[in-house]
Every structure is written in structure tokens, then in C-alpha cells.
């Protein structure tokens, strides 16, 4: 089964930046089939969507993340990236990853925005 991989959480000040990563073990030519997504859960609260990539590179981006967010893949390294600029405290959440056709997530990252 294919596992997901997270990385690049931390703490971060507001209006600071971060760059998280998902690798996913399977290869590129299957890896660039999929569609990639980031959610995240704050504290207390459930799982909501962040932003969506399919394979041919389309995006959707929740409101929240508008402006803010970009998501991107690189399918030789079977890896989908979230850049995250201008955090506010609010965006404080573990962040996970997930094949959309599979169901299949990784265990997550945390980002605290903080002073």
C-alpha cells in the first residue's frame, strides 16, 4: 500500500512562512495519476480542506487559503508541496495529506503560529 509522508511543520511567527512536503512511496508515472490534497485540523476542531491538486497540475484552494497557499507537485519525486505565506495564529493545525482516489493519509505535520 502506498504510504504518505509529511514534513516541514514548525513554529512559525506570524506572518511567516512555511513549506510543507508529502512523499508518497510509489513512483512517479503512478504518483503523477493521482490527486494530491492538504487538510488540516486545528485544535478541537475537525478536518477541513486546504487545497487540491490533480495530476494534470489543476488547483482548488479553500477560501481560507486563497492568496496565501499555493499548492504544487513534482512527479519525478512523487512529492506535493504546500507553501503557506503570510500564517496568521488561526492557521495553527497538525496538516495532512491524502491520495483523493485511495483515501489514503499521512500522519500529519504541525504548524504553530505563534509570536
Known amino acids: 500500500q502506498v504510504q504518505l509522508v509529511e514534513s516541514g511543520g514548525g513554529l512559525v511567527q506570524p506572518g511567516g512562512s512555511l513549506t510543507l512536503s508529502c512523499v508518497a512511496s510509489?513512483?512517479?508515472?503512478?504518483?503523477?495519476?493521482?490527486?494530491m490534497g492538504w487538510y488540516r485540523q486545528a485544535p478541537g476542531k475537525q478536518r477541513v480542506f486546504v487545497a487540491r491538486?490533480?495530476?494534470?497540475?489543476?488547483?482548488t484552494y479553500a477560501d481560507s487559503a486563497k492568496g496565501r497557499f499555493t499548492i504544487s507537485r513534482d512527479n519525478v519525486k512523487s512529492t506535493v508541496y504546500l507553501q503557506m505565506n503570510s500564517l496568521k495564529p488561526e492557521d495553527t493545525a497538525v496538516y495532512s495529506c491524502k491520495i483523493s482516489q485511495l483515501g489514503i493519509w499521512g500522519q500529519g505535520t504541525l504548524v504553530t503560529v505563534s509570536s
Open positions: 491538486i490533480s495530476g494534470g497540475g489543476a488547483t
Open positions: 510509489t513512483s512517479g508515472r503512478i504518483f503523477s495519476t493521482y490527486t
